[in-house]
Structures are given as C-alpha cells and as structure tokens.
C-alpha cells in the first residue's frame, strides 16, 4: 500500500513539473542588466534554480511549445548571468535533448564579417525579428562545473548566444531588428486556440 502511495506521489509530481512563467518584452528585466555573476561551486539555490529553468526550456507552453532553443535566466525573473542552450539538431519536440548551461558569457571577439537573419524569441513569441549580427564570435564562459571555456562560434550557435548574452545585458531582439514580422508559429498557434474555443462552444 505504502509503495502504491509512493508511485502516485512521483506521477502526480511529474505531470505538474514546476517551472517558471517566461516573462513578456514589457517586463523591465528585460531591459535590465544583470550583474550577478553565477559563483562556483554552485550553492543548493542556484542548483535549484538551474534544474527549474531546464524544465521550463524543456516543458514550456504555447507558441513555441517545447521548441525554444535557449533562455536566458532573466526571462524568468533570475538575476544571474547565466542562459540554457538547447541541442538544437535534435527533434524539437524531444525533451530528453541535451541542454547546457552556459555561465557568466563573454564575447571576447567578432568578426567584422555581418549576417541578417531571422530570430524568434520566448518572450516575444508574436513576431520574428531580423537582425543583424558579426557572423563568428570568440567566447569565454563557465560550464556547469565551472569549468573555463574559450571557443571560436559561427553560424547559428554564434547567433544563439549574441542573443542570449545580450538578454543578460538587457537587449532584446525588437531592439536591435532590422525589420520585424508576425511570426508565422503564432499564427498557427492563434489558428489551434480559436478551434479549440469553438470546439467547446459546441
Ligand atoms: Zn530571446
């Protein structure tokens, strides 16, 4: 009996898994920049913290439904200088994907060589934005056992933490866009709410 408490107790856990709200562009953490550096060895707290914020990257609802790439830590209210990377070659809907947490980035170099490209973002899921940014990066950061890293970044991976690392900074995409557009996963999501609604209203 006490086994069959205990198996219900670990589901019930499961299927409500405690993650954050991401928070919206009108949110001043957004704009804020934040300073605390992630400290090593890395106390309960921040663990804690850390483990939350995977879930909600994994877990996250709405338009991009399981599918965000990276978050950084003042997306939801943390004020510490560190964001998650999703592996982002894997099937988007898998949530066992390997995700690291890159801590205390640094953008040491950039080339002069630019690129546009389009962006999304957790906290603006309405639109897409495309924004112009150096093509590779040098980086230093911490990984999750403090360990230093210094790596040369291109393509895609370099755009991932320019953007990331300028939410640590208080910059958010719209900020720096060159043009914006309605993101076309919004709409769908839009489109599968409104079906949703006249289904119950049935
Ligand atoms: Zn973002």
Redesign the pocket.
């Known amino acids: 009996m006490k086994k069959f408490v205990f198996k219900k107790t670990l589901k019930s856990i499961k299927q409500k898994a405690d993650i954050y709200n991401i928070l919206s562009q009108n949110d001043i953490q957004l704009t804020t920049q934040v300073k605390k550096e992630v400290i090593f060895p890395l106390n309960q707290e921040v663990e804690d913290q850390i483990d939350k914020l995977v879930d909600t990257l994994r877990l996250n609802k709405g338009v991009y439904e399981k599918r965000g790439v990276a978050i950084?830590a003042n997306?939801v209210g943390l004020d510490l200088r560190f964001f998650l990377l999703a592996d982002y070659d894997a099937n988007p809907f898998d949530i066992q994907k390997r995700i690291l947490t890159i801590c205390n980035p640094q953008i040491l170099d950039k080339s002069k060589e630019t690129s546009e490209e389009e962006e999304g973002?957790?906290?603006?899921p309405e639109q897409v934005a495309f924004v112009t940014r150096p093509i590779s990066i040098l980086v230093e950061y911490q990984n999750i056992m403090g360990k230093k890293i210094k790596q040369e970044l291109s393509g895609l991976q370099a755009r991932i933490f320019q953007?990331?690392i300028d939410?640590l900074d208080g910059i958010?995409?719209l900020q720096r866009a060159n043009r914006v557009e309605v993101n076309p996963l919004y709409v769908q999501y839009q489109n599968k709410q409104k079906a949703l609604q006249n289904q119950k209203e049935l």
């Open positions: 950084a997306q973002c957790l906290s603006i953007h990331e939410h958010h995409m």
